[in-house]
């Protein structure tokens, strides 16, 4: 049976943050999509105005290393979004002990993921929930960013009732000590725990909890100074926590290169001010210097 009279439904992907996700075909053009089904319960003006207009804005959003959002339309008491299918992602990637990744992979990966956040940031959109999950790779290796500013359209998601709490793991600083005014720092950060995440091939800053997740960073790069992050002390939850040292860079990704690390420094700052954008990290000399980034239908991809 037919959805919209246009999706011929299939099987359920999986259940995400918002809602149940299923493939589907897309009788107008033939093409495999995923649809995410989004609860919004009974509304009488019909659907949230402001929501839509966020998300005709989604639409327009159009890059390679972004996930397509094809159409949205409201279905019964659910909002439905239209996205292009993905073969796999991230996660998946990370996980499969038969792949090993070269350098050269890793740097395509973190370049193509750098390259989705830099044209969204430069729309002033941030993602605010990048894990590995959301790194979508398509049958020509191509890496997609998933859910781009759903966050702020449909409000932090309620993870009580999802399995995901992996988010955590990827939090900048000033979020975690409850900071409500953030930048497009918060995604470099995230893009810099999944840079680690390739190097390592674990989850590199593995917190239990909101505050153990602090206690993790500051394990690793050290209780960040006044002199480092100015205006830490006015962020809600901001606490005093006892000095502790952190640990050099290179001793916690030893595998990794001196241009790899400088990078890493950088999108780790403590200050978000202080913060490589996405836009400069491209720049960086990781990216000039050996090995180029693989080609990306040259990529290892799980069978
Ligand atoms: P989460 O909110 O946990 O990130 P999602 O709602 O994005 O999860 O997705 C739920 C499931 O649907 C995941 O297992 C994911 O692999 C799958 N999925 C999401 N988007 C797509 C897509 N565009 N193509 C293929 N599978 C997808």
């Not at 008491?77 to 350098?103: G, K, Q, Y």
């Not at 999802?162 to 995230?190: C, I, M, N, S």
């Not at 916690?252 to 001010?273: C, E, I, N, Q, V």
């Amino acid at each position: 049976k037919k959805v919209a009279d246009r999706y011929l439904k299939g099987v359920t992907l999986g259940e995400g943050t918002y809602g149940v996700v299923f493939k589907a075909i897309d009788t107008k053009t033939d093409q495999t999509v995923a649809i995410k089904k989004i609860r919004i319960g009974k509304q009488k003006e019909g659907v949230n105005f402001t929501a839509l207009r966020e998300i005709k804005l989604l639409k327009e959003l159009k890059h390679p290393n972004i996930i397509e959002l094809i159409d949205a339309f409201p279905h019964k008491e659910n909002l439905h979004l239209v996205f292009e299918f993905m073969e796999t992602d991230m996660e998946a990637v990370i996980r499969d002990r038969n792949i090993v990744l070269s350098p050269a992979d890793i740097k395509s990966y973190i370049q193509m993921t750098l390259k989705g956040l830099a044209f969204c940031h430069k729309k002033w959109v941030l993602h605010r929930d990048m894990k590995p999950n959301n790194l979508l790779i398509g049958p020509r290796g191509q890496l997609k960013l998933a859910d781009f500013g759903l966050a702020r359209i449909f409000g932090s998601p309620d993870r009580r009732f999802t399995h995901q709490v992996f988010a955590r793991w990827y939090r900048a600083p000033e979020l975690l000590f409850g900071a409500k005014q953030y930048g497009p720092g918060v995604d470099v950060w995230a893009a810099a725990c999944i840079f680690g995440e390739l190097l390592l091939r674990r989850p590199f800053l593995q917190g239990d909890s909101d505050i153990d997740q602090l206690g993790k960073i500051f394990a690793a790069f050290g209780t960040p100074k006044l002199a480092q992050w100015p205006d830490m002390v006015y962020l809600p939850d901001y606490v005093e926590y006892q000095n502790v040292p952190g640990k050099p860079l290179r001793a916690l990704f030893p595998m990794a290169g001196d241009d790899a690390l400088d990078l890493l420094s950088r999108m780790f700052a403590y200050d978000p001010k202080v913060r490589i954008s996405a836009e400069q990290a491209l720049e960086h000399r990781y990216f000039a210097s050996g090995p180029p980034p693989t080609e990306p239908v040259l990529l290892p991809r799980p069978r």
